[in-house]
Each structure stands twice: as C-alpha cells, then as structure tokens.
C-alpha cells in the first residue's frame, strides 16, 4: 500500500502569498458595501462611541419583535375565546328551547301520566281563613 499523504513544502519569508481571488464583485452585499463605504468606519477598529446607539436600535428592535409576537398570540386568544363563546352560545340556546319545550303544562301533562297522575279539570281556588 503506498502512502498518498503529502506534506507541502513550506513558503519562505520572502515569497510573496497572493491573496485568494474574491468574486466578480457583483453580488448586492458588496454593491451595499461599497456604497456605504463601511470599511473607511473600521479602519481604526470598532467605533465603540457608536456601540450605545447600536445598542438601543438593537434593542427597539428586539422590544418591536416581541411585541409583534406578543400581539399575534393575543390575538389568537380572542379568536379562541370568540369562538369558543359562540358555541357556548349556541348550547345555550339549544338547552333553553329544550327546557322550555318540556316544561310546556301539555308535556308535564303527558310525563306524569305514567306515573298515574291526571290533570286537574277543576280551576284552583283561594283559602281564606278569618282570624
């Protein structure tokens, strides 16, 4: 079996490396760049008496999307609570008519007939007791 691991030689000090060829320079980031002109910021380093602005941008930014989110979620809460309301709603409704229907003097009539109780033909009448 033969060895195909290969070690390259090292450069010398003098030897010139020439840098890796970027793109065309065509892509929308670099267009940005160069009109920005970013690297002339960056020259000296960070501009760190930029970095509390930065800071509070980035942090609108984060109070902005938690907030986006925190009304998405409310809002499918009410959605929830709409609907669910509405089917409550509609049992309502539906209990109401149900109990309504059976306590009709016909459908109590009718009920209580198994049991062996009938109607009364005779109106009610007052008690009076004179003291």
Known sequence: ???NFRIEPKQKANEARTPAPKGDGKSMF???EKKMKLESYFEEGFPVQYLPKILF???LGLIYISNTHYADKTTRAIDKAQSEVEDLRADFTT???DVM????QS???RRVK???????????FKIVVNK
């Open 1 to 3: 079996m033969e060895n």
């Open 30 to 32: 670099s267009g940005m």
């Open 57 to 59: 941008v980035v942090l």
């Open 95 to 97: 209990l109401k008519a």
């Open 101 to 104: 229907f059976a306590s009709k």
């Open 107 to 109: 459908e109590v009539a």
């Open 114 to 124: 198994a049991m062996g109780l009938e109607e009364s033909l005779k109106p009610p």
